[in-house]
């Protein structure tokens, strides 16, 4: 049963019952030390391996099994249609008593609309605090670190996690100095193609690279193929979203058989997930990765396991 309870002026000692709703925010809860105080999280959420530990409190509306046109076929069908990409599993919520629930409002297809979230506590009865997180920039990324931070109690750990993730990424810009930017290309969705928007442009910029069909801090947005295969890019990166590396390396093959890339470009996949489209501080690890796709002289190779070169 849900209960009412105070949010504020929390010490970082103080012990709060933690619902996560996206995975980005699972794993800023863990990376602020405080993953022993995640009570629910959704069914995305694997980093780490001990999130999967939790009680999943959202699941997927979707059916199985569909490939990624079919994903886009039906996603558009059910917004179309006004209906939840998400079940969010009320009693599951209301058992687990939490004093703050972490959402977005960001993407309708990246989890759970806040407004459902807001109906189901107060259906459930329950003042649970809801932190909604949406960043569109990498610095909006970083600062939701510190916001989530606050909301713990823990603001000198979110303060002491930025500031590294400030010195790594001053690291690669050191690193990358006096380089020519490689035209890059990101596609955070390949069937139809989508390329890639809000902090993505910042991870490829910071990375020694120049965006190409990019829209910095907005949304994604579908282009057709022939724009994609005239694109005056240098390198194309397929990094869909909700993928890990080796369906990316399968989608990116599916590209190159189809010839919808530049004939000239290098043709990339990363593991998106991991590195490139949820946001919370492994961007800065796709910062790291981006820079040895893009510039391997300056940093050392790209390591098998975040990146595979499709064609050279």
Do not use: K
């Given at each position: 049963m849900c209960t009412s309870r105070s949010t504020t002026d929390r010490s970082y000692d103080a012990v709060v019952r933690i619902v996560s709703l996206l995975p980005s925010a699972t794993e800023i809860v863990f990376a602020l030390g405080r993953g022993d105080d995640l009570v629910g999280v959704t069914f995305e959420c694997d980093?780490?391996?001990?999130?999967?530990?939790?009680?999943?409190?959202?699941?997927?509306?979707?059916p199985a099994g569909l490939t990624p046109g079919e994903i886009d076929a039906v996603v558009s069908q059910r917004i179309a249609a006004g209906d939840d990409l998400y079940h969010l599993d009320q009693d599951a919520l209301a058992e687990l008593d939490a004093d703050l629930v972490l959402t977005q409002d960001l993407c309708a297809v990246c989890a759970v609309a806040v407004e459902r979230v807001d109906d189901a506590l107060a259906y459930l009865g329950c003042n649970?605090?809801?932190l909604t997180l949406d960043p569109h920039t990498l610095a909006e990324v970083l600062e939701s670190i510190r916001t989530v931070g606050v909301a713990l109690g823990a603001p000198d750990r979110a303060d002491a996690l930025v500031a590294s993730l400030h010195g790594r990424l001053d690291a690669v810009a050191s690193a990358l100095r006096g380089v020519t930017p490689r035209r890059v290309l990101v596609l955070e969705w390949t069937d139809p193609p989508f390329t890639a928007g809000h902090w993505v442009p910042d991870l490829v910029a910071a990375a020694g690279g120049a965006p190409v069909l990019a829209d910095p801090g907005r949304d994604s947005r579908r282009v057709e193929w022939h724009d994609v295969a005239t694109a005056d890019a240098d390198v194309v990166v397929a990094a869909p979203c909700g993928y890990h590396l080796d369906a990316a390396a399968e989608m990116a093959r599916d590209l190159v058989r189809a010839d919808h890339v530049p004939p000239g470009a290098d043709v990339w996949a990363v593991d998106a997930d991991s590195y490139v489209?949820?946001?919370?501080?492994?961007?800065?690890?796709?910062?790291?990765?981006?820079?040895?796709?893009l510039h391997p002289d300056r940093v050392g190779e790209a390591d098998s396991s975040e990146a595979c070169l499709i064609r050279r």
């Amino acid at each position: 049963m849900c209960t009412s309870r105070s949010t504020t002026d929390r010490s970082y000692d103080a012990v709060v019952r933690i619902v996560s709703l996206l995975p980005s925010a699972t794993e800023i809860v863990f990376a602020l030390g405080r993953g022993d105080d995640l009570v629910g999280v959704t069914f995305e959420c694997d980093h780490p391996l001990e999130a999967r530990q939790r009680r999943v409190v959202s699941t997927s509306a979707l059916p199985a099994g569909l490939t990624p046109g079919e994903i886009d076929a039906v996603v558009s069908q059910r917004i179309a249609a006004g209906d939840d990409l998400y079940h969010l599993d009320q009693d599951a919520l209301a058992e687990l008593d939490a004093d703050l629930v972490l959402t977005q409002d960001l993407c309708a297809v990246c989890a759970v609309a806040v407004e459902r979230v807001d109906d189901a506590l107060a259906y459930l009865g329950c003042n649970a605090e809801v932190l909604t997180l949406d960043p569109h920039t990498l610095a909006e990324v970083l600062e939701s670190i510190r916001t989530v931070g606050v909301a713990l109690g823990a603001p000198d750990r979110a303060d002491a996690l930025v500031a590294s993730l400030h010195g790594r990424l001053d690291a690669v810009a050191s690193a990358l100095r006096g380089v020519t930017p490689r035209r890059v290309l990101v596609l955070e969705w390949t069937d139809p193609p989508f390329t890639a928007g809000h902090w993505v442009p910042d991870l490829v910029a910071a990375a020694g690279g120049a965006p190409v069909l990019a829209d910095p801090g907005r949304d994604s947005r579908r282009v057709e193929w022939h724009d994609v295969a005239t694109a005056d890019a240098d390198v194309v990166v397929a990094a869909p979203c909700g993928y890990h590396l080796d369906a990316a390396a399968e989608m990116a093959r599916d590209l190159v058989r189809a010839d919808h890339v530049p004939p000239g470009a290098d043709v990339w996949a990363v593991d998106a997930d991991s590195y490139v489209v949820r946001p919370g501080p492994r961007l800065v690890d796709g910062v790291e990765m981006l820079a040895r796709v893009l510039h391997p002289d300056r940093v050392g190779e790209a390591d098998s396991s975040e990146a595979c070169l499709i064609r050279r």
